[in-house]
């Protein structure tokens, strides 16, 4: 998992620092040589400071790493962490699967900051280009879901709407967000790339185990709730994505939207997969009629010469040791 470290490439932001994806990347960045602001939200009015260590104590960060307070409700607030940046990585989104706040309070919320802290960018003269983290709930819900989907596809909000999924209003945020950013790019100039990871998975660095981790492990976990989940699903290992955004934010000729995603896999096929992989935990062979492969496709990615080094046991064997040195299996 350890790389040589190169040094001198120049500083980048990294935004909503203390995330899954977001603190893999800033260990990343820092072994390809990059110093790192990163943002954080600051600490609670109840007193208690944020623990912060698994970032300060990263190999290069005693160095080359330097933290910020910031908040999307108020964006001028990344004005300093992004100035004299070379790149920004925009990984913070505001997340309420319990829809404790409407959706349109949400939305407004994303794409006002999101969007101010591209204004901070533009005002920067220093930021050569923008990654921004999507996801691929803004390609895979709409009535041909089933279907081949590429970076051409969006979401249909006024589908999700009537469909009610759970998490149904982040969806449509993450969804409208990135349509805003791209026209705001487009409007301003602004050199931007889009990454679009399915469920991303894996070992993490975080002092908890991340949701989406939790989630992709419930077979695992025996969380049958969590089940529904995985009828069909794409999944990709934490470090490619990590890899994808340095990739494209290198990578002379990026543009617009790229779909990051390895594997497809349906419940059926990962409970036999796990079963077989993991004996110890008693995984049960499922079978939900109907279920199929989803098709998004990450061939934009791969033509643009980015290799996924991770497929499906490579994803689980990560989580699955990671979790066990935690304490959390």
Known sequence: MMMMEEVGKGTVCVTGGTGFLASWLIMRLLQHGYSVNITIRPDSSSGCKRDVSYLTNLPGASDRLEIFNAELDNPE?????????????????????HDKESEETKTKRAVNGTLGILRSCLNS????????????????????????????????????????????SDMITKTLT????????????????????????????????????????????????QYKH?????????????SAHIFLFEHPDAKGRYICSAVDVTVDK????????????????????????????????????????????????????????????
């Not at 931007?192 to 976990?221: K, N, R, Y």
């Open 125 to 168: 003269k220093t930021v050569r280009r923008v990654v921004y983290t999507s996801s691929a709930w803004t390609v895979i819900f709409n009535e041909n879901s089933t279907d081949y989907m590429d970076e051409n596809t969006w979401s249909n909000v006024a589908f999700i709407r009537k469909s009610k999924f759970f998490g149904a």
């Open 77 to 97: 607030s990344y004005d300093a962490a992004i100035r004299g940046c070379i790149g920004v990585f925009h990984v913070a989104h505001p997340s309420d699967f």
């Open 178 to 225: 990135e349509k805003s950013v791209l026209e705001f790019a487009e409007k301003h100039g602004l050199d931007l790339v889009s990454v679009i990871p399915s469920w991303i998975t894996g070992p993490f660095i975080t002092p908890s185990c991340p949701g989406s981790v939790h989630a992709s492990m419930a077979l695992v976990f025996g969380d049958e709730e």
């Open 230 to 242: 995985l009828s069909n699903t794409s999944l990709v290992h934490i470090d490619d994505v990590a």
């Open 270 to 329: 990962l409970s036999q997969v796990l079963s077989a992989r993991y004996p110890e935990y008693h995984i049960p062979i499922l079978d939900y009629a109907g279920t199929r492969e989803p098709q998004i496709s990450s061939k934009k990615l791969l033509d643009t010469g980015f290799k996924f080094k991770y497929g499906l046991e490579d994803i689980y064997d990560g989580a699955v040791e990671c979790c066990k040195k935690k304490g959390i299996l």
